[in-house]
């Protein structure tokens, strides 16, 4: 039984060209299974999340982490009452604009793009891929996903203004989205801190002593932990608590959202638009130690010399790259050269934005080399 105010597939705003109903799935599951059978989606695997493959292969990648996400979202979206289908697509959806080489790739060609009057948006790029960019179908381009979904890519880290972006005018930016595009932000944020603790431990970037010092929500559970089982093994110890961690930010959020949901009164999903903020939150004390949590990862392992090396190369690999194309239009694979005559600088970076680290790397030894 979903909540009154979910979205529900057959309220759906639909999708931009009218397709027949599918004889068992509903329009968000159509919606989750051409995202997972997506080109954009596949490259996830070789993608940069925070650890390059040179450090290990079993630290998260984008699609693992994508998949982190996913799991966490629709654990709380079920509990909520929520549509877990809808929850489920834009989480798989919710990275499939990342450039290579994680934050340090979206930097540089950030970079690049501003030199040339422009910048690149992850999001932005999200809705590109699956608006233009996938070609699956006879009768138009790209994935032809329902309003809901396409709204949720734009919305689910923050509020773009009608005023600078006239083009997303169609997505209502005055009006909140959905529950199930505002859980994203945060289930993201669950999943990649939590798990940037456990490859960050196990890279030995970071230390247990030192996420201890610099955690007080990891402190309070390894404490309690430690009481529990005195005698396994640190790195044990340090999952147990990893595993807490996780557990009292997705409870945390649960009940929070729940209960400003009672108190907005909210109804219906239009109450969910109207309403003058965001109802999914972190409480108060949570949301301190989330961000105590999250200022501790960037100084003492995003920022850290151990990962700055990899950073460097890739920002020059990048750069490289986007000078290489914008001296050498004619490189440029075939099915790009139209989009090129219309602008150069946006079509080096869509390409390159698309591509997985190995393949960029590859382009950079055989051009640049
Ligand atoms: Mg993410």
């Keep these: 039984m979903l909540a009154t105010y979910a979205a529900r597939a057959q309220d759906s705003r639909g999708r931009k060209h009218p397709e027949q109903r599918h004889a068992y799935r509903d329009d968000y599951q159509r919606d989750r299974d051409r995202v997972i059978h ?6 996830l695997e070789s993608k940069t ?3 390059t493959r040179r450090l290990s292969d079993h630290f998260r990648n984008r699609l693992t982490h994508t998949i982190e996400v996913s799991q966490v ?7 909520l009452d929520l549509n877990v289908d809808l929850v489920e697509t834009l989480a798989l959806v919710h990275d499939i604009g990342h450039p290579p080489f994680g934050h340090a ?30 070609q699956r179908y006879a009768e138009f381009r790209g994935l032809n996903l329902t309003f809901e979904v396409r709204e949720g890519i734009i919305k689910h880290s923050h509020d773009y203004s009608a005023e600078q972006f006239p083009q997303l005018a169609e997505y209502l930016l005055d009006n909140r989205p959905p529950l199930e595009a505002q859980l994203i932000d945060l289930t993201d944020e669950i999943a990649y801190l939590t798990a940037d603790l456990d490859d960050g431990l196990e ?7 030192q996420i201890r010092r610099g955690s007080q929500l990891f402190e309070r559970f390894y404490r309690e932990v430690e009481t529990l089982y005195p005698a396994a093994a ?22 929070t959202t729940r209960a400003r949901v009672a108190s907005a ?3 219906t999903l239009e109450d969910v638009r109207n309403a003058p903020q965001r109802l999914a939150h972190f409480s108060g004390g949570i949301e301190n130690d989330r961000r105590e949590l999250k200022h501790f990862l960037y100084d003492n392992l995003y920022y850290s010399p151990e990962l700055k090396r990899d950073k460097d190369d890739s920002k ?36 390159i934005a698309g591509m997985t680290d190995n393949f960029i790397k590859e382009q950079h030894r055989t051009n640049c080399g």
């Excluded at 997506?38 to 490259?43: G, H, K, N, V």
């Excluded at 890279?203 to 002593?209: D, H, N, P, R, V």
Aim: charge should be neutral.
């Design 234 to 255: 640190e790195k044990l110890k340090a999952n147990e608590t990893i595993k807490r961690v996780l557990n009292a930010l997705a409870g945390d959020l649960i009940q």
């Design 203 to 209: 890279s030995e970037i970071i230390t247990l002593a």
């Design 316 to 351: 020059k690999v990048i750069t490289e790259m986007f000078a290489f194309w914008m001296q050498h239009p004619e490189k440029l694979p075939q099915s790009y050269q139209e989009d090129a005559r219309t602008s150069l600088p946006q079509t080096v970076c869509d390409y």
């Design 73 to 79: 979202s629709r654990t709380i979206a079920a509990e």
């Design 265 to 267: 009164k909210v109804k």
């Design 49 to 51: 999340q925070v650890f």
């Design 105 to 134: 790739g979206e930097q540089a060609l950030d970079e690049c793009m501003r030199a040339q009057g422009l910048f690149f948006d992850h999001n932005l790029h999200a809705l590109r891929i699956v608006e233009y960019f996938e």
């Design 38 to 43: 997506s080109r954009a989606f596949r490259r």
